[in-house]
C-alpha cells in the first residue's frame, strides 16, 4: 500500500526567505507525485505535478526516486505562499486510475 | 466554467442518526471522487466513480455509509447510522478520465 508522509505540521518564514516543504512517500511502482494547496477560504487545489515539471507562482518540486521524496520548494517566499499544502501519490495504471493518497498537510506562514 | 458543487456546507447531527451529501460534478467529468477528511489529517479516498460504475470504495466503511451515482452525473454520499468519529469534511471531486481533479467546497459534517 502507497503512503504519503509530511513530517512538518507548521512551518514558518519571514517574507523573501527560503522554503523547502518535505514529502517521502512509500510506494513499490511507478508514482505520479503532486502538491495541493489550499489558500483560506478556498478549495483545495492543484499547484503542480512532477511530470509536468515546470515552476507554479515560482514554485518547484523535484522527484527524487531514490530518497523517495518530493520536496517543495521556493527561493523567496511571499505573505500570499501562506496556506496549507498537501503532497499526494497517485498510481498510475490499474483500475484505480487516478486515486489520491495525501500526507497529512503542512500549514506554510510567511511573515512579513 | 462552473466548478464542482456540493451540499449542504454545514451540517450538525446526532449520533445514531442519518445524513446524506449531493455532489454535482463539473459538466462532462466522467470520474467523481468522494474524500473524507477530518480534522488535522489529509482527504483519505472514500469512493471513485467513472460514469455510474465504482472503480475503487475499498476505503469506504460498507456497514454505514452508501453512495450512488444514478445516470452518472450527480452523486449522493450517505451515512446511515452517524458515530462521532464520522465527524469530518467530506469532499467531492470530479475529473476527466486521468485528468486532474477539481475539488468542491466540502460538507462539514458534526456528529454530537
Known amino acids: 500500500a502507497q503512503r504519503v508522509t509530511q513530517p512538518e505540521k507548521l512551518l514558518s518564514v519571514f517574507k523573501g526567505a527560503p522554503v523547502e516543504l518535505k514529502c517521502n512517500y512509500s510506494?513499490?511502482?511507478?508514482?505520479?507525485l503532486f502538491w495541493y494547496v489550499q489558500y483560506s477560504r478556498q478549495r483545495l487545489q492543484l499547484l503542480l505535478r512532477h511530470i509536468s515539471r515546470e515552476s507554479i507562482k515560482g514554485f518547484t518540486a523535484d522527484l527524487n526516486k531514490g530518497e523517495t521524496s518530493f520536496h517543495l520548494k521556493k527561493p523567496f517566499a511571499q505573505e500570499e505562499d501562506s496556506a496549507m499544502y498537501y503532497c499526494a501519490l497517485s498510481t498510475a495504471g490499474g483500475t484505480s486510475y487516478g486515486k489520491l493518497t495525501f500526507g497529512q498537510g503542512t500549514i506554510l506562514t510567511v511573515h512579513p | 466554467e462552473a466548478g464542482v458543487a456540493q451540499s449542504p456546507r454545514y451540517k450538525i447531527i446526532e449520533k445514531r442518526q442519518s445524513v446524506a451529501f449531493w455532489c454535482n460534478p463539473i459538466s462532462g467529468h466522467a470520474t467523481l471522487y468522494w474524500y473524507q477528511q477530518i480534522l488535522g489529517q489529509g482527504p483519505k479516498l472514500l469512493i471513485q466513480?467513472?460514469?455510474?460504475?465504482?472503480?475503487?470504495d475499498s476505503q469506504l466503511p460498507k456497514d454505514r455509509f452508501s453512495a450512488e451515482r444514478l445516470k452518472g452525473v450527480d452523486s449522493t454520499l450517505k451515512i446511515q447510522p452517524a458515530k462521532l468519529e464520522d465527524s469530518a469534511v467530506y469532499l467531492c471531486?470530479?475529473?476527466?478520465?486521468?485528468?486532474?481533479?477539481?475539488f468542491g467546497p466540502g460538507t462539514r459534517l458534526t456528529v454530537l
Open positions: 466513480f467513472q460514469n455510474n460504475g465504482v472503480v475503487d
Open positions: 471531486a470530479s475529473s476527466t478520465r486521468g485528468g486532474e481533479q477539481f
Open positions: 510506494y513499490s511502482g511507478s508514482p505520479e
